[in-house]
């Protein structure tokens, strides 16, 4: 197998989530330019907006000059987006963001141009008692200031892509190797990324790069996802791997139906259960053309829409569960519940969709699928050991590791500017050298 040239890089991020993305826009923003390897084949990591069938996929007003490695079968990517997105898409990962705490995702939601609505909570909230018994229902169960986004929150990781250069993200493109290479003339790190396929004779892919960010689940760094060269302190695999990776041990399902049948009965969507297999179930109904506030500088373009509706609900069951009992009969089950909870005589849903995050290896580590802890994880920020790695040349990003709001889109952006702020502090001190 052969090695092509390494190109040189004054800064490598291994990720296209939300933290990878606005770290690059924020590099960009201060003239440092930077690159993106993605190992799946669309960017957004744990953002992930769907489209019913019926609807037209984006199209491309840009030509895409990026060759097949980085094309992603329908996801927008800065060289195929359309920023008239469609309005009707369901979350399958996070769908929320609270404008009274999560100042950064306020801000750049609205130098996006996005439209926004409040999370529907108008009537009772819902409570499923089993199968065996009615459910019960309460007038103000579920009140908070949490809003959506017109087309999902694909809009928001679309819309920072669409502001980076066009050959800053390669999709498809999994690093395998790290090393940190020492000289009398400078410092740099060493990326090698997997082959595309088994074919011994293509070349190997490799780059230099001044700085290299991790903007990946701890716990997939801890268990060596990446070989590593020198190998991390064994302090720090330990700081790594305790830190639970956000939304892996869930499973989200969406059932999406003609019309809100639940409003209509004087229900929010909002519930929760007992039994299962939804714990947790909330209104999942897009936003409708009615709903949009367009101004003269919004991206959103008015068109027809379905009115459609939609619930969703994050699953009770653990993965171990989820795996036995398997998708279909998932499906099943949790068609059973939506009836029982919202009404006897609900119509079938037209679409579901259902997520296992535990299965997406992106994702999950063998940790946050045995482990399957609920609630919340108490994040707190970058490990003291993470700092000052081979020279200050390799750092982690993402919402596990933010200073504040860890777990949130909001942490994924603070964690973004962190970063940014130690770089730009290790380059002034070396006075920015390339490799």
């Not at 291994?14 to 924020?26: D, E, F, M, W």
């Not at 000052?388 to 982690?396: D, S, V």
């Amino acid at each position: 197998m052969q090695t092509s040239t390494p190109l040189v890089l004054p800064v490598a991020i291994i990720g296209a989530g939300v933290s990878g993305l606005y770290t690059a826009l924020l590099l960009q923003q201060r003239g440092i330019k930077s690159v993106i390897f993605e190992a799946r084949p669309r960017i957004g990591g744990r953002v992930v907006s769907v489209n019913l069938p019926s609807n037209p996929k984006p199209t491309s007003k840009r030509n895409n000059k990026r060759g097949d490695e980085e094309k992603s079968g329908g996801e927008a990517t800065p060289a195929n987006l359309d920023l008239s997105f469609e309005l009707e898409r369901y979350d399958l990962g996070p769908s929320w963001f609270w404008p009274s705490s999560h100042y950064r995702m306020s801000a750049l939601v609205k130098s996006l141009r996005l439209p926004t609505f409040p999370q529907y909570q108008k009537g009772a909230y819902t409570v499923d008692m089993g199968p065996n018994s009615p459910p019960m229902h309460y007038s103000g169960g579920f009140e908070s200031d949490s809003m959506r986004v017109g087309g999902g929150m694909r809009s928001v990781v679309d819309g920072i892509a669409s502001q980076l250069a066009s050959d800053s993200i390669h999709l498809r493109s999994p690093v395998s190797a790290l090393k940190f290479v020492k000289n009398s003339e400078n410092n740099y790190v060493l990326i090698r990324l997997a082959p595309k396929s088994d074919d011994k004779q293509e070349a190997i892919r490799e780059f230099k790069a001044g700085h290299v960010i991790f903007a990946m689940p701890p716990r997939l760094i801890a268990e060596g996802s990446v070989e590593l060269s020198p190998k991390l302190p064994k302090n720090l695999r330990e700081e790594l791997e305790s830190i639970p990776t956000w939304m892996a041990p869930h499973g989200k399902f969406v059932a999406v139906y003609d019309n809100p049948f639940w409003r209509e009965r004087g229900l929010s969507g909002s519930g929760s259960s007992r039994t299962g297999p939804l714990g947790e179930l909330h209104d999942a109904t897009p936003m409708h053309e009615k709903d949009v506030k367009l101004t003269e500088k919004s991206n959103s373009k008015k068109k027809k829409l379905n009115n459609n509706a939609a619930i969703f609900g994050f699953m009770a069951l653990g993965p171990s569960q989820r795996k036995k009992l398997g998708p279909e009969k998932i499906k099943e089950l949790t068609r059973a519940q939506l009836k029982r909870m919202f009404s006897p005589n609900a119509p079938h849903p037209t679409h579901v969709f259902f997520k296992d995050w535990a299965l997406d290896p992106y994702t999950a580590s063998k940790l946050d699928v045995s482990e399957s802890k609920g609630g919340h994880p108490d994040y707190r920020g970058l490990p003291r050991h993470a700092e000052g790695l081979w020279n200050g040349r390799l750092h982690f990003a993402g919402t596990e590791v933010a200073p504040v709001h860890g777990g949130f889109l909001e942490g994924a952006l603070s964690s973004a500017e962190a970063v940014v702020e130690r770089i730009e502090a290790v380059m002034e001190t070396e006075g920015d050298q390339a490799p």
